[in-house]
């Protein structure tokens, strides 16, 4: 009896742990199941993009920064070439002038690219951002996709209303739309400002900081302007420097179809009219490629760092 008692009682508290196992592994085993094809999903390119777009567009901070663009755009370019128009002298190249309140847009647009990364980070969204979409790439890409067709159809907009807005001042001198070379101004603002945007979105995502991002955008397209312009006149070689700054080749992409006259115009110039609309490329594609490949570098090498040998 003392020999079968021990046998029982230990015997007793064996039964409790799988029990205890069985309660403790019920949950987790339909767990894997949703998850499993749920995260697959998410991680293809273009439910990645879907869901930024509607992450974008459930920001108050995306409408009132695409009002902005648009109201400071539309404000200068159509107000300028209205003005314009107005002077004997200046009816002739006013129609030109609805691209003039881009210089101011681009800013707004810049503060849109800047938030779409750097807000995530600031708010602790971007640990759920990875954790749907694992692949940095990916999930970089995606936004610049969604970021790139937002600021191209704000930038399209914007001088669309500019033209419409002035035409009726303008009267006969105002442009056509069904001129090739006029029609330029109406997508290459567009891509002025989704070049701007992606500039500012690779810059933020090395940065992760709002003012950091915004203050680099600013200062390369307005700031660091006066400086050199002030040393291009002792140095004559400050100039071509000048001319391949972010706010100078814009310009070029602006008004990507340039009549006769304002291509020989732009011969006395360091850089030709595609060598411009390439260095704005590159201005929006290198932090691009930089946030891509060094950021995972980084993050590694911090961790290395961080671990014992």
């Given at each position: 009896m003392s020999t079968h008692t021990p046998a029982h009682a230990s015997a007793a508290p064996a039964h409790p742990a799988p029990t205890r196992t069985a309660v403790g592994t019920a949950p987790a085993c339909p767990a894997p199941r949703p998850a499993g094809p749920h995260i697959q999903g998410r991680q293809t390119l273009l439910r990645s993009v879907r869901a930024?777009?509607?992450k974008l567009w459930s920001l108050r901070s995306t409408w009132i920064t695409s009002f902005i663009a648009i109201a400071l755009t539309v404000l200068f370019g159509a107000g300028i070439a209205i003005a314009s128009g107005q002077r004997p002298e200046g009816q002739e190249s006013a129609k030109d002038l609805i691209t003039t309140g881009l210089a101011f847009g681009q800013i707004v647009v810049s503060v849109l690219g800047a938030l779409v990364i750097t807000g995530e980070y600031a708010s602790g969204q971007i640990r759920s951002s990875l954790a749907a979409v694992p692949r940095r790439g990916h999930l970089l890409l995606a936004k610049a996709v969604v970021l790139a067709i937002v600021s191209f159809l704000l930038g399209s907009l914007s001088v669309f209303l500019s033209w419409a807005i002035s035409k009726?001042?303008?009267?006969?001198?105002?442009g056509s739309l069904t001129d090739a070379h006029y029609a330029g101004y109406i997508w290459g603002s567009g891509l002025v400002f989704a070049g701007i945007a992606l500039m500012t979105l690779?810059?933020?995502f090395l940065l992760r900081s709002t003012a950091g991002a915004i203050t680099v955008v600013v200062s390369l397209l307005f700031v660091i302007l006066l400086p050199l312009q002030l040393a291009a006149g002792q140095w004559n070689w400050v100039n071509k420097i000048i001319e391949c700054l972010p706010i100078s080749v814009s310009s070029a992409v602006s008004n990507p179809l340039p009549e006769a006259a304002q291509s020989s115009a732009e011969g006395a110039q360091f850089l030709t009219h595609g060598q411009a609309i390439a260095?704005?490329?590159?201005?929006?594609?290198?932090?691009?490629?930089?946030?891509?490949a060094l950021v995972p570098l980084i993050a590694a090498w911090f961790v290395f760092s961080r671990r014992d040998a």
């Open positions: 930024e777009w509607i009726p001042f303008l009267g006969e001198h105002a690779g810059i933020g260095v704005f490329a590159a201005w929006a594609l290198i932090p691009l490629i930089a946030a891509w």
